[in-house]
């Protein structure tokens, strides 16, 4: 299989050795060669590759190995990138890790057989690995497919999958039993002990005993069961599982699946909730009820039709009611009645009287009120009849007692309407004090949806009354009492299934039901909701309390008067200040004749006016006029407000209340600070260091000291704090306040280092300590000049780098250049070829040519000599050219001026711009031309010759750039460097006529 390898160099010898040992080591290798990045990215946009080799610096390129690398990854092109080079640094070879390289190789100029070897095991595993994840990523996608489809399928089902390893004692879960359990698979350890927690622990037993018969006795398994999620939420489940025998009958895996059933539970045991409900209400009724099908057949009957009947209810259900327990001589009647009932010709049949037989053949009269009950379609699908015990022979009854029953009903739907129409709640108990009956009023008073859900209420045992009520109760005496019926209490015992969770008041009247003979019916509750009434007594009570709590714990004195001006209440705080130690001390005290208080602050409270004013409250006059005892001697600055009280008809002035606050602690320390101000105004006026306060919303300049406007160039501050100098106008860039702004306010404390523009347009670096007060709308800041500090800074890390990047790039050139040399001396030894030795010799001269540059390289530097000399740059550019233009070249020279350098760095930097216009240029003239410029000095070499490329001159003064297969590129860079060590610049200027320009400073020339 070829195996396409994309090799990247700038070194062409390189190029060819690496395609030359590569072969030599496979066959399958194909080797593409290119020189630059531009090329490999081209080539992998355009062709398929299986690897790319590459190293990091590419001399003629701007782009690095490194950029190329990030290229393809940014891509998203996952073709393996391994780094060959000769930079031995770790951050060059962490940073290609980090960016997807696959390996990092070092070159070496030992054992080249070896390393190729070596580079291409590397290859190949790369490739290899590659082409192992696409096969990889393929069946995932396939895999995971299949899995999606089957959690979509369990989760609609909520059913899941488990398997359990016996032997290992390790569980597998599908994700849908994961939601089902409530759990991350994080938080399960996959263990079968583990699965045992979330069971409940009523279930536990279950569950095990059921594993265990499955396990050992090949029992099936399957089973429901409770588990209880981390959240506290009990699910139920049903299970189902096979278990998975070894060939020798030892129980090796048991699989299964769990269905969540909670809902299917719910409604099953709503159901029966329902139904027993039901049936217990029905139970609570004094009259017979039964339910019958369309052939008669009794199918429900509650308790009171079981006494009536002599029967219990499993010898009722199910049998005819009319063959079962109607006499035969009124088989005919009732069959009659029941018939109309089923055709429809009434839904509720009449109040009748039927006679019934018990199951001892005792014949009793029922009165009998019978209802149809109808489906969707209108078919009678039940009877539902209700009865009452009359008599138990029919001579009792009197034939013609129609009129008699009319009465009594009418009377009955009386007491019933009002009844259910009182706006007072009504609850009617029996003899046992279970409530058998309550009005709509009870109803909504509790929060219930029916009325049957108050049936069975005990009045004993579940209202919790309070003993003298039931000693009333007992005496047959009527009870009023006030009640409180808590429902929360009602809910966490079940009591009643009520919609309410707060407190009701109620006013309770409780008596005993009682017959003709005394004998004790039941009782009757009537209960009126006062709560609001309740809820705006207590808010009363606690205002009260809220008030003289006020009153008594404020932190200023409050002292009350009458209308006449005596005091008649103070608090805690009013002793404190004025140094009373109990308040009958001071009961009494008349502040119309209080020295301390002015006239005309008198007169004002006596008009009803409110007044405020400070004092100075003088204990001495307390003390001389007798007005009360103190132990408070001195002076206190006070704070006063006299307010009136009017209330009652016309407003009339009721007396006063004195709100008095003690401002002496503040007086003192206003007094002491500013004595303290004109000793810090000296200091903030002489600091060594900017001050300064600036308005946040625009940054107008509000105040500052005279070192601050010194160093913007201003003579002193007043300059600056006019009202029209503005911050901001400092700072470099338009939105460099705005950035600001917003740092310190999200920090609200900062320091920060900037550059700053003076007035004379000179750029500074300043270091800023800043702190915001929003709710003052300023910023203040305190500020140091750090330009001559930023600048040694600066020059030791350009020194640093410097001499890093020399240090390893020379380490990179002579490993490129040995290792060639290596390459070809085991090309010689392999192969006996002695014609290798000339490309030998050819990269030793390389060799001595790239040290003497890189001697000069280095003591081009970026400093030069301290003591700088006058140069005189016209007779030293002319002694130059005689020794570097030939006579076959025309020469042409302005005067040009003297000037401060370092002279044998400038003779390196004319010498290499002549050197390189004569050999690169091949020119017929060249001319060094003198001009100023803007409060410069420009002078400009220029030649007739080639014109430059318009795609090289960004490059002309990098390192190592050349366009002569045999120059090693150092010459405009040597020159470069010299010029900035000066603070001077050299640029290329001109395509036409090619130009380089040489920009002096003014203050350097003389």
Request: with cysteine; proline share 2%.
């Amino acid at each position: 299989m070829t195996v396409r390898v994309l090799m990247v160099d700038d070194d062409s010898v390189h190029l060819e050795l690496s395609e030359h040992f590569l072969n030599r080591q496979s066959p399958d290798f194909e080797i593409i060669s290119v020189e630059t990045g531009e090329e490999a990215i081209k080539l992998l946009e355009v062709d398929s590759l299986d690897a790319v080799v590459c190293d990091i610096d590419l001399a003629k390129d701007t782009m690095s190995g490194l950029d190329i690398l990030e290229h393809i990854r940014n891509s998203g092109d996952d073709v393996p990138v391994i780094i060959f080079t000769g930079k031995s640094r770790e951050e060059f070879a962490i940073q290609a890790l980090n960016l997807g390289a696959d390996y990092y190789i070092l070159k070496s100029s030992t054992n080249i057989e070896g390393l190729y070897a070596e580079l291409s095991y590397y290859i190949l595993t790369a490739v290899e690995k590659r082409n192992t994840k696409i096969a990889l990523r393929e069946s995932e996608s396939k895999l995971r497919q299949s899995q999606k489809r089957l959690a979509e399928a369990q989760r609609i089902a909520h059913s899941g999958s488990w398997v359990w390893n016996i032997e290992e004692d390790r569980e597998i879960w599908s994700d849908e039993i994961y939601r089902i359990f409530g759990l991350a698979p994080q938080e399960f350890s996959a263990t079968y002990e583990a699965f045992l927690d979330s069971v409940h622990p009523e279930d536990r037993e279950l569950v095990k005993n059921s594993v265990d018969a499955a396990i050992h006795k090949k029992e099936q398994y399957k089973i429901d069961h409770r588990i209880i999620r981390p959240d506290g939420t009990i699910r139920f489940v049903h299970e189902e599982g096979e278990v998975t025998y070894s060939d020798d009958g030892k129980p090796v895996q048991m699989m299964g699946t769990v269905q969540d059933i909670t809902e299917r539970v719910r409604v099953e045991t709503q159901l029966r909730d329902e139904r027993d409900k039901a049936q217990r209400y029905l139970d609570l009724s004094g009259t017979m009820i039964l339910a019958l099908d369309t052939e008669f057949n009794i199918t429900m009957i509650n308790r009171k039709g079981c006494e009536m009947l002599d029967c219990n209810g499993n010898e009722v259900t199910g049998k005819n009611w009319v063959e079962s327990f109607v006499p035969e001589r009124f088989h005919a009647d009732v069959y009659g009645h029941l018939t109309k009932l089923l055709q429809r010709e009434y839904k509720e049949g009449p109040c009748c009287n039927f006679t019934i037989i018990t199951r001892s053949g005792e014949e009793k009269i029922i009165q009998c009120q019978d209802t149809a009950i109808c489906d969707k379609q209108g078919n009678v699908t039940t009877i539902l009849c209700s009865a009452q015990l009359r008599a138990t022979a029919l001579t009792e009854i009197v034939q013609d007692d129609t009129l008699l029953i009319r009465s009594t009903q009418d009377r009955e739907n009386w007491w019933k309407d009002a009844f259910e129409r009182s706006p007072v709640a009504i609850g009617i108990f029996d003899s046992e004090g279970l409530l058998i009956d309550a009005n709509k009023a009870a109803v909504e008073l509790l929060g219930v949806k029916e009325r049957e859900n108050l049936l069975g209420l005990s009045l004993f045992k579940d209202s919790r009354l309070p003993e003298k009520v039931l000693e009333n109760l007992k005496k047959g005496e009527v009870s009023r009492f006030r009640y409180k019926w808590d429902f929360t209490f009602v809910k966490e015992r079940s009591i009643l299934d009520t919609s309410r969770t707060d407190i009701v008041y109620m006013d309770v009247v409780l008596s005993s039901l009682e017959e003709s003979k005394g004998e004790m019916m039941g009782y009757v509750l009537y209960a009126t909701d006062y709560t609001e009434r309740q809820k705006t007594e207590n808010a009363i009570k606690e205002n009260e309390e809220m008030f003289r709590t006020i009153f008594e714990e404020s932190p200023i004195c409050i002292e009350l008067f009458d209308s006449d001006g005596l005091l008649v209440g103070a608090n805690k705080k009013c002793l404190e200040v004025f140094g009373i130690s109990g308040r009958e001390d001071i009961i009494g005290f008349d502040v119309f004749a209080d020295p301390n208080t002015p006239e005309y602050v008198k007169d004002e409270v006596r008009e009803g006016n409110t007044a405020v004013y400070d004092s100075r409250f003088d204990f001495s006059k307390v003390k001389i006029h007798n007005m009360y005892e103190t132990s408070k001697s001195g002076i206190k600055h006070l704070n006063s407000v006299f307010s009136p009280l009017k209330y009652g008809e016309g407003d009339d002035l009721q007396g006063f209340i004195i709100h008095v606050q003690d401002n002496t602690d503040k007086y003192l320390a206003e007094q002491a600070l500013m004595e303290s101000h004109e000793s810090y105004k000296e200091l903030y006026n002489h600091a060594l260091i900017g001050l300064f306060r600036v308005r946040i919303s625009d940054g107008r300049i509000l105040e500052c000291n005279d070192q601050f406007a010194n160093s913007f160039g201003y003579e002193n501050r007043q300059v600056l704090i006019d009202g029209s100098s503005f911050f901001n106008d400092f700072l470099q860039g338009t939105d460099a306040w705005n950035r600001l702004k917003g740092t310190i306010k999200a920090h609200e404390r900062l320091v920060t280092e900037s550059v700053v523009i003076t007035k004379d347009s000179k750029q500074l670096w300043m270091r800023f300590a800043l702190r915001i007060w929003p709710d003052k709308g300023y910023i203040e800041g305190v500020m140091a000049d750090i330009t001559q500090e930023k600048y040694a800074i600066e020059m030791l890390r350009k020194q640093k780098e410097e001499l890093s990047d020399f240090a390893h790039s020379m380490n990179h050139d002579l490993k490129n250049i040995l290792h060639n040399m290596q390459g070809f001396l085991e090309l010689v030894e392999d192969e006996n070829d002695f014609s290798h030795l000339k490309r030998i010799q050819s990269l030793i001269k390389e060799t001595v040519e790239l040290l003497d540059h890189s001697v000069a390289l280095a003591d081009a530097g970026l400093t030069v000599e301290k003591n700088l000399v006058e140069v005189d740059l016209d007779r030293l550019v002319r002694l130059i050219a005689e020794s570097t233009v030939p006579e076959l070249i025309e020469y042409v020279q302005d005067p040009l001026p003297v000037v401060r350098a370092d002279e044998m760095k400038i003779i390196q930097v004319f010498r290499n711009l002549l050197d390189n216009a004569v050999k690169h240029g091949q020119p017929s003239k060249i001319e060094v031309k003198y001009e100023e410029r803007n409060g410069t000095f420009c002078i400009m070499i220029r030649n007739d010759g080639k014109e430059i490329p318009e795609a090289i001159r960004s490059k002309l003064f990098f390192k190592g750039f050349t366009t002569s297969r045999s120059g090693q590129g150092f010459g405009l860079t040597i020159a470069k460097r010299i010029v900035e060590a000066h603070n001077w610049k050299i640029q290329f200027a001109s395509a036409r006529m090619t130009t380089f320009e040489l920009i002096i400073p003014r203050q350097t020339t003389t």
